[in-house]
């Protein structure tokens, strides 16, 4: 075991876990756990893995207000919005199950000689990354519909939220999931390192681009290697016509929600050069201005909670700094009355007439863009190495269309904020923001691989019938 580490609550400092992290010969001897227990996992049957995952979800729903609180001390976001995190879980479920029944599984069809089919078959020992930002929703994402596909699983968590990841794994265990299906490992990025170059089947990941590519290429030369990244995006917001109040709580929403800590937030506002685009950002950043930021438990809730911590704030404040020295003209004021060293205020920056760069920053910080027409605003839209998210807000049946033709992104939406994706629909981004194998509904598609069979129930002489290609006398 390694040296013990802690998570600590962003909003006070208060301790909220403590334990050793896992060094390379626990990470190699969880796999190893999972490596004996796979084959018979997946050699249950389908109803009794669904059976497991069902108790799993009951003990969620018991329990829903016990995770809502513990995500909320050790990520600091309000507790209205882990509830919908802790209430998501039991969802995943049955969301799941349905997927898996559409997308993987079994389909035969007669033919003369019998029958063919369709089926699909786990992978083996995947290892599961967790993200910070949703330390339950997220991993669930990738640990439920693996599991249902008979895969074993070594999770773990992001060393900002052991403590989730160890209630995780504590329903598994209640739920009646066997020994070894799913082991958790602790630390920080010393253990993920372990984890990787374990004789893992797969990696199934949800964080950064850069983390994202660097796995890319450490996995590279591993033949048949099952890599699914959900990464992060620059996401852009066309706000052109309409309401300006309105067009504000939709801004706001998509780039502030979890203090800007989701990969689907709004980074850039992209307005018309024109006295509809300055209402709608001036809309916005009083908008921005008025909304309550606080701590997790405090009444009344906020809408804004901590980032995850001190130096993830801090590191806000650095990109804040970069992008003046870009040329970008601060629109909002800094918050005198924040509560601690984690909190930081919706930042609104005009970058209309700097130097840009295309770094997704992760918190509370939007970059307006002026534009002279639509075409110049998809191609602004557009101006990314991401591709994750998009929205349009515009009345104009025709401006939707031409922007859905031409968006270059995963999740594109229309009067809607870019932030708040469905399950029953696939999520994932193309450039930088992921390789093409979408979660949520689509989460079944890699978790499993597909079988084809030709089937007969017994020999049949003369069948397949090569007489006329045998030469004349005795049979041998």
């Known amino acids: 075991m390694g040296v013990p580490f802690k998570s600590i609550c962003p909003a006070d400092d208060s301790l909220v876990w403590e334990g050793p992290a896992d060094d390379a010969a626990a990470c190699a001897a969880a796999v190893d756990r999972c490596r004996a227990a796979q084959p018979g996992w997946a050699e249950t049957p389908l109803d009794a893995r669904i059976a497991v995952a069902r108790r799993f979800a ?27 995190e802790a209430a998501g879980i039991a969802g995943k479920v049955d969301l ?18 019998g029958q063919s089919a369709l089926r699909h078959r786990p992978h083996g020992v995947l290892a599961v990354l967790g993200p910070f930002n949703f330390p339950a929703h997220l991993p669930s994402g990738h640990i439920i519909p693996a599991l249902l596909a008979g895969n074993a699983i070594v999770f773990k968590p992001s060393e900002l939220t052991p403590a989730v990841g160890e209630m995780l794994a504590r329903l598994w265990r209640d ?23 374990c004789a893992i089947d ?77 209402a ?24 804004m909670g901590s980032l995850i911590s001190a130096e993830a704030a801090a590191a806000v404040d ?19 009355t924040l509560p601690g060293g984690a909190f930081r205020a919706p930042a609104i920056v005009d970058m209309s007439a700097a130097r840009r760069d295309d770094e997704e920053i992760f918190g509370p ?16 839209a557009n101006d990314t190495a991401y591709g994750l998210s998009a929205s349009l807000l ?35 981004g193309c450039g930088a923001s992921g390789n093409h194998r979408p979660s949520a509904w689509y989460a079944a598609d890699y978790c499993a691989y597909p079988v084809a069979s030709a089937e007969a129930p017994s020999l049949q002489p003369g069948e397949p019938d090569l007489s006329r290609f045998l030469e004349s006398g005795p049979t041998p």
Request: net charge neutral; glycine share 10%; charged share 20%.
């Open 280 to 303: 709608i950002v001036d809309a916005a950043v009083a908008f921005a201005a008025r909304l309550r930021i606080g701590r997790w438990d405090a009444d009344p809730q906020p809408f």
């Open 394 to 428: 515009s009345a104009d049946d025709r401006l939707w269309d031409r922007f859905l033709a031409r968006s270059r992104a995963g999740v594109v939406n229309r009067n809607r904020p870019t932030n708040g994706a469905a399950s029953n629909l696939p999520f994932g």
């Open 175 to 197: 739920a009646g999931l066997p020994p070894g299906v799913l082991e958790l490992v602790q630390g920080g990025r010393a253990t993920g390192a372990a984890l990787i170059d």
């Open 318 to 336: 650095r990109a804040i700094d970069r992008l003046a020295a870009q040329g970008g003209v601060m629109l909002t004021g800094a918050r005198d």
């Open 96 to 113: 799941s199950i349905a997927a898996q029944a559409e997308r993987a599984g079994e389909r035969l069809s007669p033919t003369p000689y």
């Open 202 to 278: 797969g990696l199934l990941f949800t964080g950064s681009a850069r983390a994202g590519l660097y796995f890319q290429q450490h996995f590279a030369a591993r033949a048949g290697f099952l890599l699914a990244l959900e990464l992060g995006g620059n996401n852009p917001l066309i706000a052109w016509d309409g309401d300006a109040e309105a067009a504000a709580g939709i801004i706001a929403q998509s780039a502030f929600l979890t203090a800007g800590q989701r990969c689907s937030c709004a980074r850039r506002l992209i307005v018309p050069d024109n006295d509809d685009g300055r």
């Open 365 to 380: 910080v939007l970059q307006v863009l002026r534009v002279p027409d639509f075409d110049a605003a998809i191609a602004a």
């Open 58 to 84: 009951a003990l969620a729903r018991e329990r829903a207000d016990e995770i809502a609180a513990l995500i909320a001390r050790e990520t600091g976001k309000p507790l209205w919005e882990t509830k919908i």
